[in-house]
């Protein structure tokens, strides 16, 4: 396999990020992701990073981004370099998507969800209605070429990765220790690119996590899953590991994840005295207790406590 050079210097010392999808204001389950995340880096002396992932554009809600940023302002969670947004990143993904052509490990797939469901059907392979299904490799090429790149990446395509066989990926997580998957049985080959011309999530964040040169990855543990096909393809484009922390999910009176599906309440930061009721609450979630309760506490005085008792341990206790 050629050897590619990273695309960014080797990152000196702790780079952390938050990668919220503006399909809406912040809600208790994405202030814990920024909270755990920003508390993290700040406890390793790090930088904390803000990525507007946007690619999905119909999900995407105008002015979303702005309102999560004022949000995360309010809440005292500065990040430290310019924010960038995935897509005006277009060009580093086409390059991504080129340098595994070359490798020839994408193949061009233009199965619909449904074609999809049919063919596990056929095999009596049945996907329970919250889980993803694992592609059965209908359009796999028994041989992989290299394609030609301007003919074949016309919209009408998904381009896939061909797993090699055997592919378990082994990682450790901060919190939860060690995490295995089997790519092959549990995912299959995933999208790189989507039918509808939109890179998907699996590609953009590999790439980004890379150029902007992240160490540490800390987000909701409904992203873990997510963790080993994103742990292959740095591998195949010859880019660092990060290390991963997950954290523990909110969860509604339902025992369903918060998110915009769920029609998830945003978080109330109209003024500072809210905000800190919000990060009282996501503190808690995180398992830090004891931090200042005081009528008169400040927010910059509550997130200092909660820096000095932040502690990778305690989060899942
Ligand atoms: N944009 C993703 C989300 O909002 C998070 C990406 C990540 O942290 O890796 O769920
Ligand atoms: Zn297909």
């Not at 595994?100 to 329970?128: D, F, H, M, W």
């Not at 699996?202 to 992203?223: K, N, S």
Request: proline content about 6%; aromatic content about 6%; some cysteine.
């Amino acid at each position: 396999m050629p050897n590619f050079k990273n695309p960014s210097p080797p990152a000196d010392g702790y780079r952390g990020r938050f990668a919220p999808s503006p399909t809406g204001p912040l809600h208790a389950g994405s202030l814990v992701a920024a909270l755990g995340s920003w508390l993290d880096a700040r406890k390793n002396h790090g930088k904390w990073l803000l990525r507007m992932e946007d690619l999905d554009a119909p999900r995407c809600i105008p002015g979303a981004d702005q309102e999560i940023m004022r949000q995360l302002l309010t809440c005292g969670l500065k990040w430290d370099e310019e924010p960038t947004w995935q897509s005006k990143h277009q060009e580093r993904y086409k390059k991504a998507l080129k340098r595994l052509n070359k490798l020839k490990i994408i193949y061009p797939c233009t199965c619909s969800r449904q074609g999809i469901a049919n063919a596990l059907e056929a095999r009596g392979v049945i996907t329970p209605c919250n889980q993803e299904m694992v592609y059965p490799g209908t359009c796999r090429p028994d041989q992989i070429g290299t394609y030609d790149e301007e003919g074949r990446s016309s919209s009408e395509v998904a381009w896939r990765i061909a797993l090699p066989p055997e592919l378990t990926i082994h990682f450790e997580d901060l919190a939860l220790g060690k995490q295995i998957q089997d790519l092959n049985r549990e995912v299959g080959d995933f999208a790189l690119h989507r039918r509808d011309g939109i890179f998907t999530y699996q590609l953009a964040v590999v790439v980004d996590d890379a150029e902007q040169g992240i160490t540490h990855i800390v987000r909701g543990a409904d992203l873990l899953d997510n963790t080993a096909r994103q742990i292959y393809l740095q591998r195949v484009l010859d880019y660092e590991t990060p290390s991963y922390l997950h954290l523990p999910l909110v969860l509604d009176e339902h025992g369903e994840k918060l998110s915009k599906q769920t029609l998830a309440s945003a978080i109330h930061t109209e003024n500072p005295q809210q905000a800190l009721q919000e990060l009282r609450k996501a503190g808690r979630h995180l398992g830090l207790r004891d931090l200042p309760d005081g009528k008169e506490t400040s927010i910059a005085e509550w997130l200092l406590a909660a820096t000095q008792a932040w502690d990778r341990k305690i989060i899942f206790s």
